[in-house]
């Protein structure tokens, strides 16, 4: 790699870094990047999930007093990771190029409407479950059948998978943002070293553009992670909405038309 492609690496990591232990998105300002400087499609989602990962992991432990307590859902939580991830990793290298071209901005749509009107969606969940049954839904950080196949949707292809964790996780919290952006962290974190690994006996990560874009990320992911801690809900509420909207219309844009 020559000096200019080494340098947009790394600041575009620094920025998706801070973006994803904030929120999720940083596959908006990462992938772009890795195709700009030269490398095919299937090579940029394997290099992306890998240079990314350890930054997420830095930020779930920064905010480690948010995380669920360590009991059998927490064993659940990362049995259901690295299984989706495993799996994800495994349909990406059997789907053509085309199907995964179309499904990408309907996934990040679909979790970008999810959680815009997620304590909507929670209230109502609340509501309806008080009316029939007289206590509220018992929806966990740690439940397998929402992690499952969002962890899938992580080891395919990863780009939105913030975003798409933190409308799941967040149906768990009643709406509260530090927690379920802690655990969507760890989950990420988790799904990202599972794919990695799969994609890098595959042969398919790029380890320079990798390790660079790495090295970004870890700083920008500390600094996400405390402004993660004072920033209000409602601000990272619209940040979301707009990063997951933003993403729909690029990857629409870029494999629809």
């Known amino acids: 790699m020559d000096f200019t492609s080494t340098a947009l690496l790394g600041i575009a990591g620094l920025v998706g870094?801070?973006?994803?232990?904030?929120?999720?998105?940083?596959?908006?300002i990462t992938f772009p990047t890795l195709l700009a400087v030269g490398l095919t499609p299937i090579s940029a989602i394997a290099t992306n999930i890998t240079a990314l990962t350890p930054g997420s992991l830095v930020a779930a432990l920064s905010d480690r007093t948010q995380l669920p307590p360590v009991d059998r859902g927490f064993v659940g939580l990362i049995l259901a990771?690295?299984?989706?991830?495993?799996?994800?990793?495994?349909?990406l290298m059997l789907t053509s190029n085309r199907v995964f071209e179309i499904l990408v901005p309907l996934l990040i749509g679909f979790a970008t409407i999810l959680f815009a009107y997620g304590e909507r969606i929670s209230?109502?969940?609340?509501?309806?479950?008080?009316?029939?049954?007289?206590?509220?839904?018992?929806?966990?950080?740690?439940?397998?059948?929402?992690?499952?196949?969002?962890?899938?949707?992580?080891?395919?292809?990863?780009?939105?998978?913030?975003?798409?964790?933190?409308?799941?996780?967040?149906?768990?919290t009643s709406g509260e943002y530090r927690p379920a952006n802690a655990t969507k962290n760890?989950?990420?974190?988790?799904?990202?070293t599972v794919a990695a690994f799969v994609y890098a006996v595959q042969g398919s990560v790029n380890w320079p553009a990798a390790l660079t874009m790495m090295c970004g990320a870890l700083i920008g992911s500390v600094i996400g992670a405390r402004i993660a801690r004072y920033a209000p809900r409602e601000v990272?509420?619209?940040?979301?909405?707009?990063?997951?909207?933003?993403?729909?219309?690029?990857?629409?844009y870029r494999y629809w038309f």
């Open 81 to 91: 990771s690295v299984i989706g991830a495993g799996i994800g990793a495994a349909l």
């Open 186 to 192: 760890l989950v990420a974190a988790l799904n990202g």
């Open 123 to 172: 209230a109502a969940l609340r509501a309806r479950s008080l009316a029939k049954h007289g206590r509220e839904p018992e929806i966990k950080l740690t439940s397998i059948p929402m992690l499952l196949p969002v962890s899938v949707y992580g080891g395919y292809f990863g780009a939105g998978l913030g975003v798409l964790l933190v409308a799941v996780l967040q149906l768990a």
């Open 236 to 252: 990272m509420r619209y940040v979301v909405t707009l990063i997951g909207a933003t993403l729909t219309g690029v990857y629409a």
């Open 17 to 28: 870094g801070t973006i994803a232990s904030l929120a999720g998105g940083a596959a908006l």
